[in-house]
């Protein structure tokens, strides 16, 4: 069995180590794929923390879920083939619930966890993936957009396809120089939607003004007068039609709230288990308004997320680019909360 060079956590909320491990092989239903880019995100970073499972008998792991690689093994009963390009799918389901039969993966009833949280994930040169995890990478799309498009681009498609977001939306994103956010503001663009782009300093609503298109509004969520400044970049009466929280900031989200539409929908991706969003039932009717919660993406979305970086329709927003070495650092970065776009591992 030959070695590897990956990065091991040894327990819950523990630092991350750079180690020699055994390369893994592939067992029945499994691929060996070549790492080719992994992206190092907050996500991976509430996980390393526990955030997501903390059983003790999870450890030692190796973290990782956002990537893209080449099969470079394949075990019994797979029907890909040594050479083919893949994206990883987060969600680790089960394939004959309701759900999943729908095509809807991320809405398992037997759900077996997180790839990366439940098993070993891609934070190393060579990662083993159930096959059913294992998407076709489109070609034309390289692998650290790939990576991306894994969750940062694919969470997004599914936001906007939950609440059909087109030409005639204002999509106010909370949180907009995020990976995800940045994202998003992109493909709600592309939809034809009006975009206002919250977020706070000017460091970072730069970073969005950069790296979104010219018809995308950034405006600073701590201004005073943020819900009037919402209001004057929306065209037409009235507020936002969809307002994304991509933060779990409920006090922005309490005047995205008095910003928005009739009809309006606000859309959560918190996973932090302590926000509540008080709202009286009354202001839902007489505004007519939704709360919709959004969950990840399907494994067709991953798919179609990849092809939309190669239509050119969204760009990857690639910070930059790190080896097996660099990960503990970036991590240690990331818990102070001072990054910000998305570091991509090439191992
Ligand atoms: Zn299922």
């Not at 998407?135 to 799309?141: H, I, Q, R, Y």
């Amino acid at each position: 069995m030959t070695q590897m060079n990956a990065v091991v956590l040894d327990e819950w909320g523990g630092d991350l180590t750079v180690e020699q491990v055994d390369r893994p092989e592939p067992g029945p239903g499994e691929v060996r794929v070549d790492v080719r880019a992994c992206a190092v995100t907050r996500t991976i970073e509430n996980a390393v923390q526990g955030g997501l499972a903390a059983d003790p008998a999870l450890t030692p792991r190796i973290p990782g879920h956002e990537f893209a690689g080449v099969v470079e093994a394949v075990g019994d009963g797979v029907d890909l083939d040594v050479g083919d390009r893949v994206l990883a799918y987060f969600y680790l389901t089960c394939g004959a619930c309701d759900h999943c039969r729908r095509g809807e993966t991320n809405r398992c009833t037997s759900f077996g966890g997180w790839y990366g949280v439940n098993c070993d994930g891609a934070y190393a040169e060579s990662a083993v993936l159930p096959a059913t995890n294992a998407l076709p990478l489109p070609d034309g799309t390289g692998f650290a957009a790939g990576a991306i498009a894994a969750d940062g681009l694919a969470t997004p498609l599914h936001v906007c396809e939950r609440t059909d977001v087109d030409d005639t939306d204002t999509v106010l994103v909370v949180g907009a120089a995020g990976r995800i956010g940045v994202h998003l503001s992109q493909l709600a663009a592309a939809r034809g939607a009006h975009v206002v782009a919250a977020d706070i300093g000017a460091e970072r609503l730069g970073h969005v003004d950069d790296l979104t298109p010219d018809t995308v509004v950034p405006v600073d969520a701590t201004a005073d007068d943020f819900v009037s400044r919402v209001c004057d970049a929306t065209p037409g009466d009235g507020g936002p039609t969809v307002v994304v929280d991509t933060v779990g900031d409920t006090d922005t989200l309490r005047d995205a709230w008095d910003a928005m539409a009739m009809g309006g929908q606000v859309v959560s991706l918190t996973t932090h288990h302590d926000r509540t969003f008080d709202v009286p039932m009354t202001e839902y009717v007489v505004k007519e308004a939704s709360f919709v919660g959004s969950r990840y993406a399907t494994k067709d979305q991953v798919v179609r997320a990849a092809r939309l970086f190669a239509d050119g329709r969204v760009e990857p927003v690639v910070r930059r680019r790190v080896g097996l070495d660099e990960v503990p650092a970036v991590h240690r970065e990331l818990r102070s909360g001072a990054t910000f776009g998305t570091t991509v591992l090439e191992p």
